[in-house]
């Protein structure tokens, strides 16, 4: 792919090309398109807030240990994830692949609290099928774990590439847009937190 | 641009950490264990949401590096179209809600 665009050494590799910068101006253009389809899945959750159907409710099931530690889980995935991306501008191929490997540890943890709060939910008689609020609430938070799950897999294939062919302007491409995917699925999860978590306990 | 502090402690990123646990326990303060109103509860609470959204924008995910500008359009445009689905949802199902009753 013999570019022939001249390594300039005020920017990170990962800017280098255009090619470069428009796939991740492209990048956060899809974030655009992601933000626009969580807002109709939060829109639907607010509208449906309160349709129980005589089924239990947000108040009785949250509890805000388990929320606290899925959100601090998060949090910091999000940090370390950053680590990474700061780790690869000091050209740390090394350093690169211990945050992200990390970062991948901590989703990995997420999902697990998270399933075990779902499962509590079920337990407890809460289903995807009790009531509109219960839909609205697993529709909303499944597809961010979904999301979650993609990132996992998707971050894997980037550690296998940088590991294979280190740090150069393709490889670093990927990963960054691998790590603004990671921060977009905080940014989703701060909204959840507040939104769906906090007001639930509050209502 | 970031170019030139490559080798530099990480503070943007270890200062952005400590805002978002700092907004996330403001967050559970106001909701849980303060004595405000409903309404101000969730003002607020949605408030620190949206600083917190904002340090990650900023000093996670380098918004304002590459195509900065149109990086920024992108994202403030999805966040208009966000509120207006959001709030125009929750406006117009209560408006029809008042006025079946």
Redesign the interface.
Same mark, same amino acid.
């Given at each position: 792919m013999g570019h022939t665009e001249t390594i300039?050494?005020?920017?990170?590799l990962e800017?280098q090309t255009e090619k470069s910068?428009?796939n &991740?101006?492209g990048f956060?253009?899809f974030?655009?398109?992601e #933000?626009?389809l *969580?807002?109709?899945l *939060?829109?639907?959750y607010? #509208?449906l807030t309160g349709r129980l159907a005589d089924g239990p409710g947000p108040g009785e099931l949250f509890e &805000?240990k388990g929320v606290?530690i899925e959100?601090?889980i998060l949090?910091?995935s999000? *940090?370390t994830?950053? &680590?990474a991306i700061?780790e690869m501008?000091?050209?740390s191929k090394k350093g690169l692949m211990i945050w992200f490997g990390l970062t991948l540890l901590l989703g990995l943890g997420f999902l697990y609290f998270e399933i075990e709060e779902f499962i509590h939910y079920v337990h407890e008689g809460a289903t995807i099928q009790t009531s509109a609020y219960w839909s609205s609430f697993f529709t909303l938070l499944g597809t961010h774990g979904a999301h979650v799950s993609l990132g996992i897999g998707w971050m894997i294939m980037i550690l296998i590439q940088v590991a294979r062919h280190g740090l150069n302007t393709t490889t670093t491409r990927k990963a960054f847009i691998i790590?603004?995917y990671w921060?977009?699925l905080?940014?989703v999860w &701060?909204?959840i *937190?507040?939104?769906v978590y906090? !007001?639930g !306990?509050? !209502? | 641009m970031a170019g030139n502090n490559h080798n530099k402690f990480p503070w943007n990123h270890v200062l952005g950490f400590i805002f978002s646990i700092v907004l996330t326990l403001l967050a559970v303060w106001a909701a849980l264990y303060s004595s405000l109103s409903i309404t101000a509860i969730v003002w607020t609470i949605v408030t620190l949401a949206l600083l917190q959204a904002a340090v990650q924008l900023f000093m996670f995910m380098h918004i304002g590096e590459g195509e900065g500008k149109a990086q920024k359009g992108t994202i403030y445009f999805s966040a208009f179209i966000a509120v207006v689905i959001v709030a125009g949802s929750i406006w117009v199902m209560n408006a029809m809600m008042h006025s079946m009753m």
């Open positions: 300039d050494p005020n920017k990170p800017y910068r428009l &991740i101006l956060w253009i974030l655009g398109a #933000v626009a *969580f807002a109709t *939060f829109a639907t607010f #509208v &805000i606290l959100t601090f949090l910091t999000s *940090f994830c950053g &680590i700061h501008r000091r050209g790590s603004l921060h977009f905080d940014v &701060i909204f *937190f507040t939104g906090l !007001m !306990m509050v !209502m | -």
